[in-house]
């Protein structure tokens, strides 16, 4: 079944909230809850619900970074697959499609992302899609990027 991003709705919206993360998970990625209200402070701010099939398996959030100084700069600030649906490659397809959309908007020139240094796994999967790492940010986690 393929993975498709659709848009965080009224209709979706506790299917999202409801998404776990395994338990040694929690403490890398803020809720998804909080996550969607943020968004919907920051027209910059873009969720998307990964479905498999009719499913909700999954959610992630990605910004452009031009209203923060850095024109042609996207972020992808959350990413998660739920736990019931991790090590199917689910997480795999998902990063692929957003990668693809956010190179799909104009003027697009890097892709960032960053991650709990104390997290290889993360490490390992972002790299294997091109990631480099940059260097530590203020709140201590490694940041990566992909540049285009």
Known sequence: MPITLNAVTRDNFDDIIDLQLLDHQKDYLA???????????????????IYLGEEAIGFLMYVSLAEEGQPGDYAIYRFMIDSRHQGKGHGRQALQRALDEIRSQPGVQRILISYVPANPVAKDFYGSFGFVEIGIDEDEEMVAEIRL
């Open 31 to 49: 809720s998804n809850s909080y996550s969607i209200a943020q968004a919907s402070f920051y027209p910059n701010y873009h969720t998307r619900a």
